[in-house]
Nanobody, 121 residues
Framework: QVQPVESGGGSVQAGGSLKISCAVS????VGWFRQAPGKEREGVACISAGAAKDYYADSVLGRFTISRDNVKNMVWLQMNNLNPEDTAMYYC??????????????????WGQGTQVTVSS
């Protein structure tokens, strides 16, 4: 089963932290994406299959950290210093190739259902 399953979303005040999780049953590159109402889906962070490399969007660099444990088949996104602009549905996605860009949704074949993150001011 490749279908990612997200969990851990919720509501937090600005400046707070939240950690969301993704269960993925195979060792593939994984990305976190987010989509706010009326906006396009954007890549937030991604990590290689072996966890040796990770990449971040400029908007979250220094605040978010992606990590994984391939024994547990889990990927996490630790989000610190959250602000209201981070409010969105967050999706976990998996791929065997970053051929179309590491943070491009077009590179990812398998998508979870999403988990909502809401940051209040």
């Amino acid at each position: 089963q490749v279908q990612p399953v997200e969990s851990g979303g919720g509501s937090v005040q600005a400046g707070g932290s939240l950690k969301i999780s993704c269960a993925v049953s195979v060792s593939m590159a994984v990305g976190w994406f987010r989509q706010a109402p009326g906006k396009e889906r954007e890549g937030v962070a991604c990590i290689s299959a072996g966890a040796a490399k990770d990449y971040y969007a400029d908007s979250v660099l220094g605040r978010f950290t992606i990590s994984r444990d391939n024994v547990k088949n889990m990927v996490w996104l630790q989000m610190n210093n959250l602000n209201p602009e981070d409010t969105a549905m967050y999706y976990c996605a998996a791929t065997r190739s970053w051929a179309r860009g590491r943070l491009s949704p077009d590179s990812y074949n398998y998508w979870g259902q999403g988990t909502q993150v809401t940051v209040s001011s």
